[in-house]
């Protein structure tokens, strides 16, 4: 019994090691602004050079890459941002969101 237990640890050491790690991920809903860069418009409508951006915007909230981005309508939004009604958004400063989902 005692001449298996080292073939047992090791058959269990190597399924632990082979063993798919869990991917983190997490989704970030933050508001886009029109600040005349055109970064905003590449997140909101999934261009090529929102890549950039987001994968920048993972990395500084310790994430290793963007997974996807999206424009957020205020209707998908629940919680601390107003739903979308006249006293939710008045006159031009109405603010659009976008979805970053980052993972590790």
């Not at 790690?21 to 970064?39: K, L, P, Q």
């Not at 050079?49 to 629940?78: L, P």
């Amino acid at each position: 019994m005692r001449a298996l237990a080292p073939v047992g640890l090791a058959l269990l050491a190597a399924m632990l090691w082979t063993a798919p790690a869990a991917a983190e991920s997490r989704t970030f809903v933050i508001a886009n602004y029109a600040d005349g860069y055109g970064v905003d418009r590449c997140l909101a409508t999934g261009e090529q050079c929102g890549n950039v951006v987001a994968t920048s915007y993972c990395q500084s909230q310790s994430f290793a890459k963007a997974q996807s981005f999206r424009k957020v309508d205020r209707d998908e939004i629940t919680g601390a941002v107003p739903a979308s009604s006249k006293s939710a958004c008045t006159g031009g400063g109405c603010d659009a969101f976008v979805a970053i989902t980052c993972s590790r």
